[in-house]
């Protein structure tokens, strides 16, 4: 049947709320990766198609703000399930739970949580690094690769040897490893040796980028953002401040 008469079928209530959980899920923000590429990495890696709204001015995200579409007036903003959530954490940790990329109970969810935190710790400051005056970059860039390969990378390291496991929790493909795949490209694309010293990792990345959504995420042409450009970054300036 055609789908305006497969609608009416219903009642009003019924047919918007429907429409609302099979709709594609709508990304707020704007065209960069910014705090929005780690949730486009966990629906890639679900395998759920999205579409982007992008934020081109600042004329654009003031109409967000008063529109109500922005609880606490800040983006990135994403609109899944008839909601209109906002807050990063919030909308990974809902993406997570609604497609099966969480741990099978509290204890393990309770570890996913501190390598998800621990990640996004790292993936911040990577993210923050461009926005670095002139003459501090160089020493931030050191500060990054000293905490990835000091602080970050031996505790997933030894995980890995720990357990024996192809994935951080329970041996089944998470959210950690999504996220921790994410943060290493990127720390590969400041130093592209950093895996170097942590064997088990760089053998882990291999396994993570063959997984059927990842590899297509990888492709050229996916919605993956490159990484921001001085363009970018001055586009973005002008409509967040």
């Excluded at 990640?119 to 905490?147: F, G, T, Y």
Aim: hydrophobic share 40%.
């Amino acid at each position: 049947l055609p789908q305006k008469n497969f609608y009416t079928s219903r009642n009003s209530r019924g047919t918007q709320e429907f429409i609302a959980m099979a709709s594609k899920p709508r990304l707020h923000y704007f065209e960069g990766r910014g705090r929005m590429e780690t949730i486009r990495w966990l629906l890639a890696a679900a395998g759920v198609e999205f579409e982007e709204q992008f934020i081109q001015s600042k004329e654009d995200l003031v109409k967000l703000k008063t529109d109500g579409s922005l609880m606490f007036q800040q983006v990135p903003m994403v609109e899944i399930d008839g909601m209109k959530m906002v807050q990063t954490r919030a909308i990974l940790n809902y993406i997570a739970a609604k497609y099966n990329l969480c741990g099978k109970d509290l204890k393990e969810n309770a570890l996913m949580d501190m390598y998800v935190e621990s990640i996004m710790d790292l993936n911040e400051m990577i993210l923050l690094h461009p926005m670095k005056p002139a003459d501090a970059k160089e020493s931030d860039l050191a500060l990054i690769i000293e905490r990835a390969t000091t602080r970050y990378f031996p505790v997933f390291e030894k995980v890995l040897k720990d357990h024996g496991q192809n994935y951080l929790v329970g041996n089944k493909f998470s959210r950690a490893d999504v996220q921790l795949f994410e943060v290493i490209l990127m720390m590969e694309e400041l130093k592209p040796d950093v895996l170097s010293k942590f064997p088990l990792l760089k053998a882990y990345q291999g396994r993570i980028s063959n997984i059927p959504t990842i590899k297509k995420f990888l492709q050229p042409g996916s919605q993956r953002k490159p990484p921001i450009d001085e363009k970018k970054l001055a586009e973005a300036i002008k409509i967040f401040r």
